[in-house]
């Protein structure tokens, strides 16, 4: 047995990954061992050896599923740091002048830099909500695209979009806004370009009720449905859009999502913070999800999600980041200790959230959000071998591993794996040279400001 794994530069299919030999990470404080072969996870617990395998030694880590990340804008990290007195809506008129400004180039260096940092918190699938279009130019989600496979992270590319400007009663200035039929168009191309199922799901997502006119909600309804992709978009994240809806359309956001046959199990929703009962029972009998962004809400002081009641419901719940413009963390590991305040806040019980349903958000649930919780989000046998080995030698007094992941000192992953390929090892990210896209981005985050 080869006790050494084989750096990432050597021939041949690497351990843990389709055609090559099994990849057995042993010693971990739980679940054990855990052993990797084509690409999922082949055993967990005592795995026993077998001629071939490659051993590496985790001793007294945690090994999680990889988390999920359901809402992000990566976009953001151009404007890290910017507007951060204000509400939601102030935020956004804010930016939305600065961001007019953003070339492809500048979202494809702030692409590279976000997914390299994502998969330093242990992130191996990430929902990138994008719905700027440099003047019309939508190469955009190419270059999204593009980063994400080079560094081996999954993503889901959500094509978003804005029809709706100012002039005609929306948030957005005109000049950020697409035509309907352009974005219909659009949506397609970069579907049939990347939707593989796999590597990149193409998602349809308008942005927002206050950003997009019904016939664009309801095209792109269509071109989803008819290409089985899933649909998200923004809902309630603030009493202002509830105001909004009402003023417009006579009814709350739900309702209005109703109408325009968006409530589904093909459909979720960021933020969803000011459902109320009966919404909540609607979202479960229907099966749509909420991405769940507890650091962007505190930091908008936009409202508590009521986490626990939809998770009681049965609905899918996720954690989200959000862009970094509102939460400049910008890592996924730290929202399952928010979400866990959080929740407990809200409800006002100490037992409202446990660190054990704090990593499932991040795992299965945000799967579930994303339609592929048969494949991602669990250390289960036959499931994709996406995994993250934690670090815990700063938490050993803590007797339960996963308290010490969610509430201990925030960490970084130690390993981290997507489909049995490392792609971070030893915290340092394969797929680049981070520093160097850290200073590129920051010149480019430099130019906006003058």
Same mark, same amino acid.
């Given at each position: 047995m080869d006790h050494a794994t084989p750096p990432p530069s050597a021939p041949g299919a690497r351990p843990g990954t389709p055609g090559g030999p099994r990849l057995v990470l042993r010693g971990a404080r739980q679940p054990g061992d855990l052993a990797l072969a084509d690409g999922r996870i082949a055993a967990v617990g005592t795995v026993a050896a077998e001629p071939g395998d490659v051993e590496q030694r985790v001793?007294?880590?945690?090994?999680?599923?990889?988390?999920?990340?359901?809402?992000?804008?990566?976009?953001?990290?151009?404007?890290?740091?910017?507007?951060?007195?204000?509400?939601?809506?102030?935020?956004?008129?804010?930016?939305?002048?600065?961001? &007019?400004?953003?070339?492809?180039?500048? @979202?494809?260096? /702030?692409?590279?830099? $976000?997914? +390299? !940092?994502?998969? =330093?918190?242990?992130?191996?699938?990430?929902?990138?909500?994008?719905?700027?279009v440099p003047r019309g130019d939508d190469t955009v989600f190419d270059a999204l695209a593009e980063s994400a496979l080079g560094l081996g992270i999954r993503l889901h590319l959500a094509r978003g979009s804005m029809d709706l400007g100012q002039s005609?009663?929306?948030?957005?200035?005109?000049?950020?806004?697409?035509?309907?039929?352009?974005?219909?168009?659009?949506?397609?191309?970069?579907?049939?370009?990347?939707?593989?199922?796999?590597?990149?799901?193409?998602?349809? &997502?308008?942005?927002?009720?206050?950003? @997009?006119?019904? /016939?664009?909600?309801? $095209?792109? +309804? !269509?071109?989803? =449905?008819?290409?089985?992709?899933?649909?998200?978009t923004h809902l309630v994240e603030t009493t202002d859009e509830i105001d909004d809806c009402l003023a417009r359309f006579g009814k709350r956001p739900l309702e209005v999502m109703e109408d325009l046959g968006w409530v589904a199990d093909d459909v979720w929703y960021a933020?969803?913070?000011?459902?109320?009962?009966?919404?909540?029972?609607?979202?479960?009998?229907?099966?749509?999800?909420?991405?769940?962004?507890?650091?962007?809400?505190?930091?908008?002081?936009?409202g508590m999600c009521r986490t626990a009641d939809l998770v009681a419901a049965g609905v899918p719940v996720g954690l989200g980041v959000d862009g970094v413009a509102s939460n400049e963390q910008?890592?996924?590991?730290?929202?399952?200790?928010?979400?866990?305040?959080?929740?407990?806040?809200?409800?006002?019980?100490?037992?409202?959230?446990?660190?054990?349903?704090?990593?499932?958000?991040?795992?299965?649930?945000?799967?579930?959000?994303?339609?592929?919780?048969d494949e991602l989000g669990r250390l289960e046998v036959g499931a994709r071998a996406d995994v993250v080995v934690w670090p815990m030698d700063d938490v050993v007094d803590i007797a339960d591993p996963v308290d010490g992941l969610v509430l201990g000192p925030d960490r970084q992953a130690q390993h981290?794996?997507?489909?049995?390929?490392?792609?971070?090892?030893?915290?340092?990210?394969?797929?680049?040279?981070?520093?160097?896209?850290?200073?590129?981005?920051?010149?480019?985050a430099r130019r906006l400001r003058a």
């Open positions: 001793d007294g880590t945690l090994i999680t599923a990889g988390l999920v990340n359901t809402h992000h804008h990566l976009y953001q990290w151009l404007t890290r740091g910017w507007a951060t007195g204000c509400d939601l809506f102030t935020w956004l008129t804010t930016l939305y002048p600065v961001w &007019a400004r953003i070339e492809v180039e500048d @979202v494809a260096a /702030a692409a590279r830099v $976000g997914l +390299a !940092e994502l998969l =330093r918190s242990g992130c191996t699938t990430a929902a990138d909500h994008h719905y700027l005609d009663g929306g948030l957005p200035p005109d000049a950020v806004v697409e035509d309907l039929d352009a974005i219909l168009a659009s949506t397609e191309r970069v579907a049939d370009r990347w939707h593989d199922g796999e590597r990149i799901h193409v998602t349809v &997502a308008p942005c927002s009720p206050f950003s @997009v006119t019904p /016939a664009l909600m309801r $095209g792109s +309804a !269509e071109v989803a =449905r008819a290409r089985g992709l899933k649909l998200h933020h969803g913070i000011h459902f109320d009962d009966a919404e909540v029972a609607r979202l479960a009998a229907a099966g749509a999800g909420v991405a769940h962004c507890p650091s962007s809400n505190a930091r908008l002081a936009a910008g890592m996924l590991a730290p929202e399952m200790r928010q979400a866990l305040y959080t929740a407990r806040l809200r409800e006002g019980r100490a037992d409202a959230l446990t660190p054990v349903q704090a990593l499932e958000l991040a795992t299965v649930g945000g799967a579930r959000c994303l339609g592929v919780d981290v794996f997507v489909g049995g390929e490392a792609v971070l090892v030893d915290g340092e990210v394969l797929g680049t040279d981070l520093a160097a896209d850290r200073r590129e981005l920051g010149r480019r």
